[in-house]
Nanobody, 120 residues
């Protein structure tokens, strides 16, 4: 079994910063792309940023220049550094990873989500 566990969410004032972390554990052989998605109340889940196994990155237009995704392959961890946060960034943030298990199967796994609230 594989688990993704996010951390680092919380309440921050507009213009502030947060760093999210997501650790993958379990029967992992290798991890392909990893990413962050978010879902605000009443809205569909949307892509925030993705990073490939060779650290090629992709960002939603709304976060370009403010958010940075990175990964530590030795720790099976993906990060999201969020700067200059805005109220519209308020959402539950989810980690996603495409993982080859030790049984030779490729699955998409999701974390449980971490709440980010930007408010004064």
């Amino acid at each position: 079994q594989v688990q993704l566990v996010e951390s680092g969410g919380g309440l921050v004032q507009p213009g502030g910063s947060l760093r999210l972390s997501c650790v993958a554990s379990g029967t992992i052989f290798s991890i392909n792309a990893m990413g962050w998605y978010r879902q605000a109340p009443g809205k569909e889940r949307e892509l925030v940023a993705t990073i490939s196994s060779v650290s090629s990155t992709n960002y939603a237009d709304s976060v370009k220049g403010r958010f940075t995704i990175s990964r530590d392959n030795a720790k099976n961890t993906v990060y999201l550094q969020m700067n200059n946060l805005r109220p519209e960034d308020t959402a539950v943030y989810y980690c996603k990873a495409n993982i080859w298990t030790t049984m030779g199967s490729l699955y998409h796994y999701w974390g449980q989500g971490t709440q980010v609230t930007v408010s004064s």
